[in-house]
């Protein structure tokens, strides 16, 4: 079984570009997460799904941000017109419906220059 | 407002060494309190989840507890494998995840 996967765990780029980050959750999992996480920091809650249906986005940081789980299964979370405050790690976590735990993914490094 | 606190922010030990670490938090309506163990550059990997006060959980030579107000995570006789932040998270009513900032671990062979 693979945990929690996340593509790319890299990226860099320049300032007012658009990124598209991906996961790919455990695969029984229905509850996927994503968080972002700054140096010195705890991660940060951004939104979740249950299956496709974004239950939560009241925290993503703004509208530059969105996210998208088509077909409830892996997801996508896009920030566009980046800003270097934007650099960060951004992590996702999935879980199952019953259980509350949450497993992480290796996160993607952005460096916004 | 919903918080969590994590103390000390650092921790250095000599192996063999043992001690807690503290969590405590202030949210409506608890759902769960979750400690993970982060590495440098990795995701959170889980460790345990506590729901009511006076639960108790045991791993190894780590054990975590929940009192209403806070949660501690005792480690025993520590390794220097054990080096790492440990970071504490609950999930409030509005099934809404907070994490602290965490304590950095160092155990010193």
């Known amino acids: 079984d693979t945990g929690v996967s996340q593509d790319p765990r890299h990226k860099i780029t320049k300032r007012g570009q658009n990124v598209t980050f991906r996961c790919d959750p455990i695969?029984?999992?229905?509850?996927l997460y994503w968080y972002r996480q700054t140096l010195g920091q705890g991660p940060e809650f951004l939104t979740y799904?249950?299956?496709?249906?974004?239950?939560?986005k009241s925290r993503l940081l703004s509208d530059r941000f969105s996210a998208e789980r088509p077909k409830g299964s892996f997801s996508t979370l896009e920030i566009q017109r980046t800003e270097q405050g934007d650099s960060a790690m951004y992590l996702c976590?999935?879980?199952?419906?019953?259980?509350?735990?949450?497993?992480f993914g290796p996160g993607t490094r952005l460096t916004v220059l | 407002e919903d918080q969590v606190t994590q103390s000390p922010e650092a921790l250095r030990l000599q192996e063999g060494e043992s001690s807690s670490l503290n969590c405590s938090y202030t949210?409506?309506?608890?759902?769960?309190l979750f400690w993970y163990r982060q590495d440098p550059g990795k995701g959170p990997e889980f460790l345990f989840t506590?729901?009511?006060a006076g639960e108790e959980k045991e791993k190894e030579r780590l054990k975590a507890t929940l009192t209403k107000k806070e949660s501690f995570l005792h480690i025993t006789a520590p390794k220097p494998e054990d080096s790492a932040t440990y970071l504490c998270?609950?999930?409030?009513?509005?099934?809404?995840?907070?994490f602290g900032t965490g304590t950095s671990l160092t155990v010193i062979p």
């Open positions: 506590l729901y009511s």
């Open positions: 998270a609950v999930q409030a009513g509005g099934n809404q995840f907070y």
């Open positions: 949210v409506s309506g608890l759902r769960g």
């Open positions: 695969s029984e999992h229905n509850r």
């Open positions: 799904f249950q299956n496709e249906a974004q239950l939560e």
């Open positions: 976590a999935s879980s199952q419906d019953s259980y509350n735990e949450q497993f």
